[in-house]
């Protein structure tokens, strides 16, 4: 799920103007029909709603349940809509193999086959580089932060937390073809390569962890904390990764400021009564506020 061409490099900063001094546009706008560009502020209040583009399959943050759209990243954007005053929609799809693929796609002109774009993109990772190439779309609203984690079994370390190296000994689980992955595989490298047990997702790991198939999973804290089982404790040692944590925000058409100005206030509201650290408790993760 996540996006390891652009976190691979990521230096974490607050949107600014005078960030983007010296940066060529890598990207010009094209000519797009009127329908492939979503919709402006106005046009969503005059509507009555507003709809969220999240990634499926991605519990705690947006997954489908019963058949409604649960989970943190869904809280968020009720929260926004409630403040613009309108009904939320929400539109679970699928991540591509780029960040840049999944804001084609859903944020600023539609996939090439019957696509189409969504009002505003959850989930985005915030980097001022990136942002300041993409001249496409507004990345705004920061929200929160992902942090690589280990969760383990206390039992099997009662003194301390364990550290990567011991898993050249040790079974350890990781979501396939994730960060978590790439990392413990050039850790265990030779003889210590079966040691790695890869899952279809972090949530099938943690549960091998609570059924004591391996001794850790390493993965995003969140999705770690969401299957949070007795006797698991969660820990953040020093990695030596490029990239350990990041800081999440929106993504919206670039053409359509006015409703990135009202997603952000919207979203800085919530930060400062609470509510947003009250939609991360609902779901069991603890609550990281954005760097700012």
Known sequence: MLTLALLGGVA???????????????QKLQNTAPQDIGRGLDRIIADGYIEFALYEDYAPWSYEEGGKAKGIDVEIGKIIAEDLGVQPRFRLVSAGETLDADLRNYVYKGAVVNGRVSDVMLHVPYDVDYACRFDQVVFTGLYGEEHIAIAYDAASYPDKGPTPAVFRYDPIGVENDSISDFYMSDVTRGPSADKVHRFRTTALAMQALADHEVMAVMGPRAELEAAMAPGIKIHEPPLGLPRSKWVIGVALSM?????????DDA??????????????????VEFTPPTQ
């Open 12 to 26: 974490l900063a607050t949107p600014a103007l005078s960030a983007c001094e010296g940066y060529a546009p890598e």
């Open 255 to 263: 053409q359509h400021r006015p409703l990135a100005y009202a997603v």
């Open 267 to 284: 979203i800085a509201a919530a930060l400062q009564d609470g509510r947003i650290a009250t939609a991360f408790a609902e779901y069991g």
